[in-house]
């Protein structure tokens, strides 16, 4: 290459860059949206593989109402805009140069295929088989959001279920000899087991026709292993396939399994009572933003029209303003622990792994490098050999004696041996439950000590979590960052958090040691109960299920009805606010200014007010408050007049904790009602004043 060539390369190549960087923006001759960065395939493939948060495929072959397939000649022109419009929904030209993460993208085109569903499932009565999209009205879109506004359960709203579901069967039991279902159904005598009450089931079929139901599935091949309460449940996958042929993205959902149609009643149960409830009580109501998430979405078919594709005009500011005026569900709240749950489930949690912790995580790493030795896997080796040779004394301790608590699978078990199994797991339970309640009360410890958000725990990983002193935890923020580029944050965790972090990730060094891993993985990974590997995977279930096992073991409280509390990390987080206002009621905060390493109360509160969402310490304030107002304390005179007016009595001890909570809450949030802290003598003590203005009147 001369000179003269190498300059005018090294001219041109900025210019290249720049037009590649550029590109997006700048409207170029031919069709635009036609490509996209979860785009894996070829624009006018019949099968697109999406790449975003969650790989999935969208098969365009569908067949409509006219008995042609949208890929048809026919239909082509409607193809080519409903495949734009999913592309334009991630464009530039829609989120205006705000780079979406692979998560948000997944929501965006979930969404959008939600529209799309709804318009394909009503084809044939909206004429879009006909003119395609363009055959949409504005009357139409209206029908559309009222009809999603209805209910929060895109089931109940756009895929109507329960009523495809039901007119599905129906028709199949039609199709089928009463002789031949009947013969089925005596030869398996659960088939014609206990049916659910009416209040409880999916479908709308009568007794005898759940029967006959149950016997053409079975006949059908369409029942599998069950889990949760059932031996055996529909195969609801393949009913969904067969019932919307006609969608795009139904059988990328999960629809509710009909309990009358599952076989072998309370066959498995997952904790050892009723779980008292996490949220506030919720309504079928959908809320207003989810609504607009999805109507959003319509305001990219005017891109179309300029793009000379057959669709409809759309005025979004008018969507929206219909849509305000539709009944939107209020916000749930989420419940606060009682004080003596969160306390006695730290307690017991830091007791566990001080006491056992190091012994447990020494027996499981013997037991696994015999099992590496006689090359099989550690459950196999347990079966063979006798584990008590590999177990230190303080797990004797425990009397474990075994792997496992008899014939158990996973952390279930069956109501026949509920009283029993449950007596063993805090008498005599297996080296896989005292591992499993070791990461649990890490879990618990971590969650309660830290304040962290469920995802960004879920998110650690061995070796990766600490800082170099070795007294910050190292986390991304869920709530911060562009894209998957999430902020790398420190805080700083107690030292006995910092030994515990530590004992789990001598575990996995163990494990790497003796090439059981080949490299760390989440730090709450739990064992494996069986299979070759010997670290489970980690999810959100998975992390919850730990939780709820340690909660039974620890015999954490009941509420008033007899439920179990199973605590939810976003319940942990509000500890540091919980404890600062009822240490200011009730007695010191020494231990927290210890942990948190601040001199003075006031530096704790800054510390709270900048780690803990305004919501949250509303909400906190509100139950403190009503604490107070139900014992009849100072909080009580001073909010006597206006609870009386709001709830037209006097005596506060009868009012519902929720709506006492709700309606305080509010108070704050109008701005009436504040509750802070006043700091005093040199800001080390502090009080929490009450202030209530603009009464309310009778």
């Known amino acids: 290459m001369s000179s003269s060539e190498a ?35 070829d624009f006018n493939a019949t099968t697109w593989k999406i790449a975003t948060e969650v790989d999935f495929e969208i098969d365009w072959a569908i067949r409509l109402p006219d008995g042609e397939l949208l890929t048809s000649k026919k239909h082509a022109a409607l193809c080519e805009t409903l495949k734009c419009w999913l592309i334009a929904r991630t464009h530039i030209d829609t989120h205006g140069g705000r780079m979406y993460s692979r998560h948000q993208e997944r929501l965006t085109l979930k969404n959008t295929l939600l529209c799309i569903d709804y318009f394909l499932l009503h084809a044939q009565d909206l004429k879009v088989d006909q003119f395609g999209l363009a055959a949409i009205t504005t009357n139409d879109l209206h029908a559309f959001v009222g009809t999603v506004a209805s209910n929060r359960s895109p089931e109940k709203t756009i895929y109507k279920w329960h009523v495809r579901l039901t007119e599905f069967l129906k028709q199949r039991i039609d199709d089928t000899q009463r002789s031949a279902l009947e013969e089925v159904l005596s030869s398996d005598s659960e088939l014609s087991g206990p049916i659910v009450d009416e209040s409880e089931r999916v479908t709308t079929l009568s007794d005898s026709d759940v029967l006959a139901a149950r016997a053409w599935l079975a006949s059908a091949n369409l029942y599998k292993s069950g889990y949760g309460s059932f031996r055996l449940v529909p195969r609801s996958d393949r009913l969904v396939a067969e019932i919307y042929q006609n969608t795009l993205s139904a059988k990328l959902r999960r629809f509710r399994l009909p309990p009358e149609l599952s076989v072998g009643a309370n066959f498995r149960i997952m904790t050892e009572y009723p779980r008292a409830r996490v949220r506030s009580e919720r309504d079928a109501r959908m809320r207003q933003r989810d609504l607009f998430r999805i109507t959003d979405g319509l305001s990219s078919l005017n ?40 306390f006695s489930a730290l307690q017991k949690a830091v007791e566990y792994v001080l006491q056992y912790g190091d012994e447990l995580v020494d027996s499981f790493l013997s037991l696994a490098a015999k099992a590496l030795e006689a090359g099989i896997s550690t459950f196999k080796f347990a079966q063979r050999a006798d584990i008590c040779a590999y177990l230190g004394p303080k797990c004797k301790q425990l009397n474990i004696r075994a792997w496992s608590i008899g014939d158990t699978y996973h952390l279930r078990v069956t109501p026949s041996n509920q009283v029993e199994y449950y007596a063993a797991l805090r008498s005599s339970p297996g080296l896989y439950e005292a591992l499993i309640l070791l990461f649990g009360s890490i879990q618990v410890a971590t969650g309660i000590l830290s304040a962290r958000r469920g995802g960004e725990l879920i998110d650690l990983i061995a070796g990766k979590c600490l800082d170099v002193s070795k007294t910050r935890l190292l986390f991304r923020n ?8 999430r902020n790398l944050e420190a805080r700083p965790i107690p030292p006995i958090v910092v030994r515990f972090v530590a004992l789990l990730e001598r575990l996995q060094d163990g494990l790497i040691r003796l090439r059981a891993m080949t490299e760390h993985t989440h730090l709450f990974a739990p064992p494996a109960y069986h299979g070759d590997q010997y670290i489970a995977a980690l999810n959100h279930s998975s992390y919850n299920a730990v939780l709820d096992f340690f909660a039974d073991w620890a015999q954490l409280p009941l509420d008033k009805d007899g439920r179990r ?22 007695g010191g905060i020494d231990t927290l200014r210890w942990f948190l390493g601040h001199t003075n109360a006031e530096h704790v509160w800054h510390y709270i007010t900048e780690s803990t969402p305004g919501a949250t310490i509303r909400s906190v304030a509100a139950e403190w408050a009503a604490y107070g107002v139900k014992h009849n304390t100072l909080e009580a005179q001073v909010l006597a007049e206006e609870l009386q007016a709001h709830f037209g009595t006097s005596d506060f001890r009868i009012l519902d904790d929720e709506a006492l909570c709700l309606h305080l809450e509010d108070l704050i949030e109008e701005g009436r009602l504040k509750i802070e802290p006043q700091f005093l003598d040199g800001k080390n003590q502090y009080r929490i004043a009450v202030v209530l203005s603009g009464y309310a009147r009778a």
């Open 7 to 41: 300059q005018k390369q090294a001219a041109y190549e900025p210019n290249s860059e720049l037009e590649a960087l550029l590109a997006p923006y700048v409207r170029a001759a031919g069709p635009r949206y036609r490509t996209a960065r979860w785009l894996a395939s």
């Open 303 to 342: 891109l179309l029209r300029a793009e000379r594709l057959p669709a409809p005009e759309v005025d979004i500011r008018s969507i929206r303003n219909f849509a305000k005026t539709l009944d939107f569900k209020v916000e749930g709240r989420y419940r606060t622990l009682p004080q003596q749950v969160v």
């Open 478 to 485: 869920r709530k911060s960052g562009l894209a998957e580029m």
């Open 565 to 586: 509390y199973y605590p939810r990390q976003h319940q942990f987080r509000r500890f540091f606010a919980m404890l600062f206002f009822w240490g200011g009621g009730f």
